[in-house]
């Protein structure tokens, strides 16, 4: 089985600031993890992947993610928030070994407020 | 745009109307999805279309009825909705879908369309 979990609903952070959307999942074997973000009146678009190879994964508009395989976590931060970051982030999983669920699965999502 | 339409974007309907979903994709994808979106839930796939075969069916209701006629077009079926069904109907495309999962497994949606179900 593979699940994941958003903890926070919404995040509010000032402009130029740092933000973090956490993410933690579970699944049996290794997991490939993905965040996508959906802007208003849009579905939503991929940002960044991991699959292998280094923890740290950069990835579209400044976004990178952080794998942490002990804590089973898949934070995505930005250095410095921009206005326009405002949207709502989905974090994903796929278990490599699980061929029986193909597709990926997501989390609730996480509201990104970005203050000027 | 992501090369995945939607249409309607929009679609208010009765309990008892039947209607369809349209998806059509042109980015030459082998594998077609659709996903419900409801606020603060986590995003719900309901099928999922190899080659226009049916590979995943998450237990979804048979008054939602899928069609996948070609690689390029999905279809949901709508009869005798639930108001709880009211949601954002999300169509997607990748690639493939294969056991093994692809290092370039990417998956491209549509901007949905909103239902209500009155």
């Known amino acids: 089985a593979q699940s994941v979990a958003q903890p926070e609903d919404q995040v509010n952070v000032a402009e130029g600031n740092p933000l973090t959307v956490k993410c933690t999942y579970s699944?049996?074997?290794?997991?490939?993890l993905f965040w996508y973000v959906q802007y208003p009146n849009r579905g939503l678009q991929f940002l960044l992947k991991?699959?292998?190879?280094?923890?740290l994964v950069k990835g579209s508009y400044g976004f990178e993610a952080e794998f942490n395989k002990s804590q089973t976590s898949f934070h995505l931060k930005k250095p410095s928030a921009l206005v326009s970051d405002s949207a709502l982030y989905f974090c994903?999983?796929?278990?490599?070994?699980?061929?029986?669920?193909?597709?990926?699965?997501f989390g609730s999502g996480t509201r990104l407020q970005v203050q000027p | 745009e992501t090369g995945v339409t939607q249409t309607p974007r929009h679609l208010v309907m009765g309990m008892t109307n039947k209607k369809s979903l349209k998806c059509e994709q042109h980015?030459?994808?082998?594998?077609m999805y659709w996903y419900k979106q409801s606020a603060k839930k986590p995003l719900e796939l309901m099928f999922v279309y190899s080659l226009e075969e049916r590979v995943e069916n998450n237990s979804v209701p048979s008054r939602f009825s899928p069609e996948c006629p070609n690689s390029s077009h999905l279809f949901l079926h709508l009869h005798t909705l639930q108001p709880e069904d009211s949601a954002l109907y999300l169509c997607?495309?990748?690639?493939?879908?294969?056991?093994?999962?692809?290092?370039?497994?990417?998956?491209?949606f549509g901007s949905g369309t909103q239902l209500s179900v009155l």
């Open positions: 994903a999983v796929r278990d490599i070994e699980d061929t029986g669920r193909r597709a990926l699965t």
């Open positions: 699944v049996s074997g290794n997991p490939y």
């Open positions: 997607a495309s990748s690639q493939d879908i294969a056991e093994r999962p692809a290092t370039n497994e990417k998956l491209f």
């Open positions: 991991y699959i292998t190879g280094d923890n």
């Open positions: 980015l030459g994808h082998n594998a």
